[in-house]
């Protein structure tokens, strides 16, 4: 039953009927607006407010988000990713090696802002942690991905949502999801969260 609803992630708050809840993550949340979905985004005081784009290429500046990307089986919409050492898939490491995926800090050094605009892309998703101060694209929206501050392993799991919603296959993501949890749940006991999310992520250093 616990699945089913984090797969549904359609239980609506009576409070607030355009307000849809999730389930176990506390700083995210999505709303309908007329037509439209849109994704929240508790980032510190604020609440960031996002809608979807036609177009949905990712930079991806934390390998935790590569991570659920290799949950979802989707990688044709990721053009670039930081610390390609510490990302375990072997689908983006393949994409790496046929120049498919752009490796955006080379020998680990600092993110490389050229390859940024050589590269532009719609989203770029970041860890707060490390926030982006340098000037990006113009069609580049840059969303936060505070996963790490979740205090319930499911509620990091359940980003893979954001993921999910900016990738526009709300149906497909709730398939990919169910098999997610399952991953999730057969290797709960060798998994450390706490430090290192999945066992396919990097988290910052002093989460």
């Not at 993550?25 to 508790?42: E, P, R, W």
């Not at 995926?101 to 940024?116: C, T």
């Not at 989203?123 to 205090?151: A, R």
Request: charged share 20%; net charge positive; proline share 6%.
């Amino acid at each position: 039953m616990g699945l089913f609803f984090i797969l549904g992630c359609n239980t609506t708050n009576s409070l607030n009927p355009k307000q849809i809840l999730t389930e176990y993550a506390k700083n995210f949340f999505l709303s309908v607006q007329g037509q439209d979905t849109v994704l929240h985004i508790i980032h510190g005081k604020d609440t960031l407010t996002f809608n979807k784009q036609k177009e949905s290429s990712f930079h991806l500046l934390s390998t935790t988000q590569a991570g659920f990307f290799s949950l979802l089986k989707n990688f044709s919409n990721i053009h670039g990713v930081v610390y390609p050492n510490d990302i375990h898939s072997k689908e983006i490491q393949e994409c790496l090696r046929n120049r498919q995926i752009v490796d955006l800090n080379p020998g680990q050094s600092e993110i490389n802002h050229e390859l940024l605009w050589q590269n532009p892309v719609a989203y770029i998703l970041y860890s707060p942690f490390d926030p982006i101060d340098f000037p990006l694209p113009k069609e580049t929206i840059k969303i936060p991905f505070p996963d790490y501050t979740e205090t319930h392993p499911l509620g990091r799991l359940e980003w893979i949502k954001v993921i999910g919603f900016l990738r526009r296959f709300t149906y497909m993501l709730r398939l990919m999801l169910y098999s997610g949890v399952m991953i999730f749940l057969k290797d709960r006991k060798s998994t450390r969260l706490n430090s290192s999310h999945l066992k396919l992520s990097r988290m910052p250093s002093s989460a």
